[in-house]
């Protein structure tokens, strides 16, 4: 019989879920200024495991737009790497059919994560016009991670928070995907095949901040909002 302590049980994913939620209140103001619709790049993994969570996402999405449509609304742009060096991405779109539309036309191929090029893509858009949120769904990270720290460090210069939601148990991808949340400004969360509904629930919640900013999302309560809130940098005096 050994008497090596027993390894603390990670969290259940729904806690974990509640756990990130409670972090966002500390956010700096996002809202767009003049007036306009807040600007969030939707970027997903695409390489051949990724479909049954893809199939997910497009039943998901609308809940961005939904969510936002009291506060101005909300542009979203459709990014995803695939197959061989593939990385493509819509123009900023701000009706839910024409995103899901162009969502169901994608079948996802084998290949190696992109996620350095996809970090690039979004530093481009945000240098053009400020991007108020990076959302990044995901399983894996197969490059090395400190080049994509540093994008995921000049994003954070740009204003342009990143939003990990992983889904999987990998501890290494988790590791990864949890600096570049917290060196951007953003936050991490992991989910599972199961908990759809927490993800719904993280969608509407960073949709909420990109359309309206840290007070929007306050006032939008519930476990998402909250563990996003704590998280996040507190902002400047």
């Known amino acids: 019989m050994s008497n090596l302590p027993e390894k603390p049980k ?37 390489t051949a495991s990724r479909q ?14 939904q969510a936002t449509r009291d506060m101005g609304g909300l542009a979203v742009q459709l990014a995803y790497y695939r197959g061989f060096m593939e990385l493509a991405a819509t123009p900023f779109l701000t009706d839910s059919a024409e995103l899901t539309r162009r ?31 990076l959302v990044f769904v995901g399983d894996a990270v197969e490059e090395p ?24 148990d ?9 600096q570049l949340a917290k060196i951007s400004g953003g936050a991490y969360a992991p989910f599972n095949a199961a908990s759809a509904g927490a993800l719904a629930e993280l969608l509407r919640a960073v949709a909420v901040f990109a359309a309206g900013g840290r007070a929007a999302l306050t006032r939008l309560g519930g476990p998402a909002a909250q563990r996003i809130a704590g998280q996040l940098p507190a902002p400047k005096r």
Do not use: Y
């Not at 200024?33 to 969030?40: D, P, Q, T």
């Not at 049954?52 to 737009?65: I, K, N, T, V």
């Not at 991670?145 to 999987?168: K, N, R, S, Y």
């Open 103 to 133: 969502m169901s036309g994608v079948q996802c191929l084998g290949g190696q994560t992109q996620i350095g090029r996809l970090l690039q893509h979004v530093l481009n858009e945000s240098r053009k016009e400020r991007v108020n949120a």
């Open 145 to 168: 991670v400190d080049p994509l720290c540093h994008l995921a460090g000049q994003l954070g210069l740009q204003g342009t928070p990143i939003f990990v939601f992983h889904e999987g």
């Open 170 to 178: 990998s501890a290494e991808a988790g590791a990864g995907f949890k």
């Open 52 to 65: 049954p969570s893809w199939d997910r996402a497009c039943r998901l999405q609308g809940e961005m737009f």
């Open 10 to 46: 990670a969290p259940p994913a729904s806690a974990a879920v509640s756990d990130f939620l409670k972090r966002v209140e500390a956010m700096p103001q996002a809202r767009p200024a003049n007036g306009r619709r807040g600007r969030l790049v939707f970027a997903m993994d695409a």
